[in-house]
């Protein structure tokens, strides 16, 4: 076994290729599907913000061992490092609710140890104000905690999420659902139109088909005459199913106490302050 190395790469192809690379290891951790190749695709493709991905490799010819995905942003001189599809920023009514969306991947705790140390080493030697905020993680992740060993400093944060629930069968009619795009496309037009931020709307509209392509997104709906009254989309893989966004009748969805998801923050300079739980 070689030794283990830590790069980085920046950019939109170079991440896109690491997040294609990293595939089985997603796979092999049971990424959620907002961690996946095809998910982190499509957040790439909105260009919110600049991509860096941190690898860790225990022989360069083979697959990544631990992967960290950030996105890059600039306020003046101030540097904030956020998770790449921040679940604590814009996008966060995207993410399907209810558990914990994010990750750093690790295969085991020694990767989780360099992944640590690449992420931080982002941050040497800067002169000016900079800040590390990761949301949206498992409780008892490796490399929050190797992170928080490496800087003592560091404040954590745990709140419970809120999923939704789907109760479209309360509604006394008949329930259609589909796997097939073209469903998708007949009721995404009122899906968006339920989203007041036209950045969400950008955003859903382009991971919602690019998931139904793959077979990862169920629309239900139920209609009364050509009146639509709820429509929900799924997102499924194997037997797992995770309500993700609706729209219609109040009775239709409903929301309950989701899984704990823990947050980490470290700065230095004037961006430090307490992280606040969500």
């Given at each position: 076994m070689g030794a283990v190395q830590t790069r980085v790469v920046t950019g939109r192809e170079g991440v896109v290729r690491e997040i294609r690379a990293a595939a089985p290891l997603m796979a092999a951790l049971r990424a959620p599907v907002p961690a996946r190749a095809p998910w982190l695709t499509a957040v790439l493709n909105l260009r919110t913000a600049r991509p860096v991905a941190v690898v860790v490799e225990r022989d360069a010819a083979s697959r990544p061992d631990g992967l960290a995905l950030l996105a890059v942003r600039r306020r003046g001189t101030a540097?904030?490092?956020?998770?790449?599809?921040?679940?604590?920023?814009?996008?966060?009514?995207?993410?399907?609710?209810?558990?914990?969306?994010?990750?750093?991947?690790?295969?085991?705790?020694?990767?989780?140890?360099?992944?640590?140390?690449?992420?931080?080493?982002?941050?040497?030697?800067?002169?000016?104000?900079?800040?590390?905020s990761l949301a949206g993680l498992p409780m008892g992740d490796p490399t929050a905690?190797?992170?928080?060993?490496?800087?003592?400093?560091?404040?954590?944060?745990?709140?419970?999420?809120?999923?939704?629930?789907?109760?479209?069968?309360?509604?006394?009619?008949?329930?259609?659902?589909?796997?097939?795009?073209?469903?998708?496309?007949?009721?995404?037009?009122?899906?968006?139109?339920?989203?007041?931020?036209?950045?969400?709307?950008?955003?859903?509209?382009?991971?919602?088909?690019?998931?139904?392509?793959?077979?990862?997104?169920?629309?239900?709906?139920v209609t009364e005459g050509d009146r639509l009254r709820a429509a929900l989309l799924t997102l499924v893989e194997g037997a797992d199913r995770l309500p993700w966004v609706g729209c219609g009748e109040p009775a239709a969805l409903a929301r309950e106490m989701g899984a704990p998801a823990t947050s980490l923050r470290v700065a230095d300079g004037w961006l430090s302050r307490p992280v606040a739980p969500r």
């Open positions: 540097l904030r490092l956020t998770l790449l599809g921040d679940p604590d920023g814009a996008m966060a009514d995207l993410l399907p609710p209810g558990r914990p969306p994010a990750r750093l991947l690790a295969r085991d705790d020694e990767v989780a140890a360099r992944l640590a140390a690449g992420v931080l080493a982002l941050t040497d030697g800067r002169r000016t104000p900079w800040s590390l905690r190797a992170l928080g060993a490496l800087r003592p400093d560091a404040a954590f944060a745990t709140a419970r999420t809120s999923r939704l629930v789907d109760r479209l069968d309360s509604l006394g009619a008949p329930v259609v659902r589909s796997r097939d795009p073209r469903d998708l496309e007949h009721r995404l037009p009122a899906l968006l139109a339920a989203q007041p931020d036209p950045r969400i709307r950008l955003a859903l509209r382009a991971t919602a088909r690019l998931h139904a392509a793959i077979g990862q997104v169920e629309v239900a709906a």
